[in-house]
């Protein structure tokens, strides 16, 4: 592993409840990435950062917020759960080279009913 | 923006066969293009990049895959599949500002003893 932690690992949680999602990495890399793994969709990109503060916007951002206060962490919140946000999410970190590969967490596996 | 194409969300080959996965992608400018692998309930593992350096690029595991520029290409192959392999495969590009990572679909690997 490349020093990625996310948590939880499994979260099941109730429509409408905001939750919270923790990625936290050991190798100081600048970039780091929120994604959500669905069927027929591959990886789809929530929210990205490229340093402490600076965040933008990914290609399905409705109904996520990020935060990144420190170089370690990055947050990802739903700020009211909705059925179709169940999914997997990823968290993934980079150095910032564009030539440089992104490094994998283990995943959280959302369900919300 | 970038984009890659899986051709295939599903193949099966039989073990000691030749694996081939396909993936196009879509820019003006050669991008910056990778291959992960996912094995059930598990992150994301690179198998190999592309980064101009040469257009055969050799991975782990025994794969390799070659950027063809005219064909806009970035296949997977392994010349002989073990039931190891059997898998989940992402192609993934990089866009040129090097902040974003697009994945493609995906292609589920199923190697028949």
Redesign the interface.
């Known amino acids: 592993d490349a020093g990625i932690t996310q948590s939880p690992r499994h979260k099941v949680t109730e429509t409408g409840t905001p939750v919270t999602l923790r990625c936290h990495q050991t190798e100081n890399h600048r970039y780091m990435y929120w994604y959500r793994q669905d069927p027929g969709h591959g990886l789809r990109l929530i929210h990205y950062s490229y340093g402490v503060k600076d965040t933008d916007k990914g290609e399905v951002s409705d109904g996520y917020s990020v935060s990144r206060s420190k170089t370690e962490d990055f947050l990802l919140t739903l700020e009211s759960a909705t059925s179709s946000q169940t999914s997997v999410y990823f968290c993934a970190i980079r150095l910032r080279d564009k030539n440089t590969e992104a490094f994998f967490g283990q995943g959280t596996r959302l369900t919300v009913v | 923006a970038q984009s890659v194409t899986?051709l295939g969300?599903h193949v099966s080959v039989s073990e000691g066969a030749l694996v081939l996965l396909r993936c196009n992608y879509s820019s003006s400018v050669p991008p910056?293009l990778?291959w992960?692998v996912q094995y059930p309930?598990?992150?994301?593992?690179?198998l190999l990049?592309y980064?101009?350096a040469a257009t055969l690029v050799k991975g782990i595991n025994g794969f390799e895959a070659e950027f063809k520029k005219s064909e806009t290409s970035f296949h997977l192959t392994k010349p002989s599949a073990h039931m190891s392999d059997a898998a989940e495969y992402?192609c993934?590009v990089?866009?040129?500002?090097?902040?974003?990572?697009?994945?493609?679909?995906?292609t589920s690997l199923t190697v028949i003893p």
């Open positions: 899986q969300s910056y990778f992960y309930n598990q992150g994301l593992q690179l990049k980064t101009s992402f993934a990089s866009d040129q500002a090097g902040n974003q990572f697009y994945f493609g679909t995906g």
